[in-house]
Structures are given as C-alpha cells and as structure tokens.
C-alpha cells in the first residue's frame, strides 16, 4: 500500500532554513508527481510545492517562491523540501501528498515552527 514518511520539522528562528524530507513506497514513485501541502489550525490545507515525474519542473505557491526547493531522487524515493529565509507564517504542519488511481495520500505530517 501507499506510505509516505514525513520528517525534517522543527523549531527555528525566524531567516532559517529547514529541509523536509519525504520517503515514499506502495508505488512506483518514479511515475507520479509529488507534492507537498501545509496547514495551519482552522485553515484548509494549502497547496505549496510540486514536483513533475515527467520532466522534473517545479511549481511553488506564490508565498514560498524564491525560498523553498523541491527535489526528488527517484533512486531513493524521496521528495525533499529546502525551505531557507523562513517566516513566522510559514509555521504549518506539512504534508507530502500523492495522487494516484484518483485518491490522495498523505503522509503524516511533520510540524515546522518559525519564531520571531
């Protein structure tokens, strides 16, 4: 089955960098686009990153562009987020997301906290 594994949050200061990492199995990674999303408590969960298995482009919500990288290693199955000059409103659990036979997966979260 589909699993993906979040990890790579944490506490940092406001300008920091963190990079998140996805490891993914149940499917054959080097054939789907992957993603990653963002929530924060009475919000809907927010597109911000993802990754084409095609050809590699990226595209980032408008927030994060010029900050955050998405990379993928289709040897290792992962998905990796750089995120570098952080805010305090990029404070979220992020998710890493796949589509696949039309249902989305998600992994399980990891908690990214920007101080001020």
């Known amino acids: 089955q589909v699993q993906l594994l979040d990890s790579g949050g944490g506490l940092v200061q406001a300008g920091g960098s963190l990079r998140l990492s996805c490891v993914a199995s149940?499917?054959?990674?080097?054939?789907?686009?992957m993603a990653w999303f963002r929530q924060t408590p009475g919000k809907e969960r927010e597109f911000v990153a993802a990754i084409s298995w095609f050809n590699g482009n990226t595209d980032y919500t408008g927030a994060v562009k010029g900050r955050f990288t998405l990379f993928r290693d289709n040897a290792k199955n992962t998905v990796d987020l750089q995120m570098n000059s952080l805010k305090p409103e990029d404070s979220a659990v992020y998710y890493c997301?796949?589509?696949?036979?039309?249902?989305?997966?998600w992994g399980q979260g990891t908690q990214v906290t920007v101080s001020s």
């Open positions: 149940g499917f054959t990674f080097s054939t789907y686009t």
């Open positions: 997301n796949v589509q696949r036979d039309w249902r989305a997966y």
